[in-house]
């Protein structure tokens, strides 16, 4: 018996660590952002078989003992305590558990928000005996932001394959940088696409047409989804009130941010900061 798992997108807003790696490729500048959902050790000790027909996250797969097999892009994948393993988001698979393995649940994406891997390139597997055995021995020591950091740096080694496919993204958002920029370092309610629109010489129309045929989204949404974003970083690594945080992001009134909150993740901005814990430093 095979049991389905469907996935929701709220799940990619939840409470997590998030880290960032900037570098150039080929002279295209290149930033990857890694979001740790969930980090877990799961035992199989009879076969458990499961069908992810829209996976939402990233996974990376570190088997201890015993086997998985994997179907996905028309190909079967055995996986084993041999090495690390990445299934990208966005690539419907199968699997059949023999084993116990540890699994770290991921968002990762570029600056635009897409996701970093391509869905059609199947399994990923590094072979680093060395970086393996920090990340277990992370995680048996309990220590899961040194567990999370080195995670990272798999996902890093893992990247080679992606970097053309991530120049070229972000030549095609190149005339948008404005724009990005100032989502990013100011982010805010106020931003109309009018006003971002301005930034780069264009109609609100002509820059919000042009603009999700480059990344895939809307022009709104991009901008919300900055605001929510710097809304979740304040409510997990600080302890301003979820009032003061409705005021520095422009929302007007606390009620409307909760909404708004809670419409893109699921969540009120108390239950996010519950969720997340005390507040804490950044990794």
């Given at each position: ?8 997108r ?7 660590s ?6 150039r ?22 076969p ?8 939402v ?21 055995t ?190 901005p ?14």
């Amino acid at each position: 018996m095979r049991t389905t798992v469907n996935e929701s997108r709220q799940w990619l807003d939840g409470p997590s660590s998030e880290m960032r790696h900037a570098f150039r490729h080929h002279d295209t500048p290149v930033v990857v952002t890694c979001r740790f959902l969930d980090t877990h050790c799961s035992t199989f000790a009879t076969p458990a078989s499961y069908v992810h027909p829209a996976p939402v996250v990233t996974r990376l797969f570190l088997p201890l003992s015993g086997h998985a097999c994997i179907l996905a892009t028309e190909r079967k994948y055995t996986l084993t305590p041999a090495a690390i393993y990445l299934l990208p988001a966005r690539m419907p698979f199968e699997t059949r558990y023999e084993c116990q393995m540890h699994a770290f649940h991921i968002h990762v994406y570029d600056e635009t928000g897409g996701d970093l891997f391509d869905p059609r390139g199947g399994v990923l597997q590094l072979r680093d005996d060395a970086l393996r055995g920090l990340i277990l021995n992370a995680l048996a020591a309990g220590e899961s932001a040194a567990a999370e950091a080195l995670a990272f740096v798999a996902i890093q080694k893992l990247l080679p394959a992606e970097l053309d496919v991530l120049a070229l993204r972000y030549a095609r958002t190149e005339r948008f940088r404005a724009i990005i920029t100032e989502v990013e370092q100011r982010p805010s309610m106020e931003l109309s696409i009018d006003t971002v629109a301005r930034l780069v010489g264009m109609s609100a129309s002509a820059a919000s047409k042009a603009f999700r045929r480059a990344t895939g989204i809307t022009l709104k949404q991009f901008i919300v989804n900055g605001v929510i974003r710097r809304a979740k970083e304040l409510l997990t690594y600080s302890d301003v009130s979820v009032s003061e945080i409705a005021d520095r992001l422009k929302f007007g009134e606390v009620s409307y941010f909760s909404r708004a909150f809670k419409r893109e993740t699921g969540m009120t901005p108390s239950k996010y900061r519950e969720a997340s814990g005390e507040p804490r430093a950044r990794p």
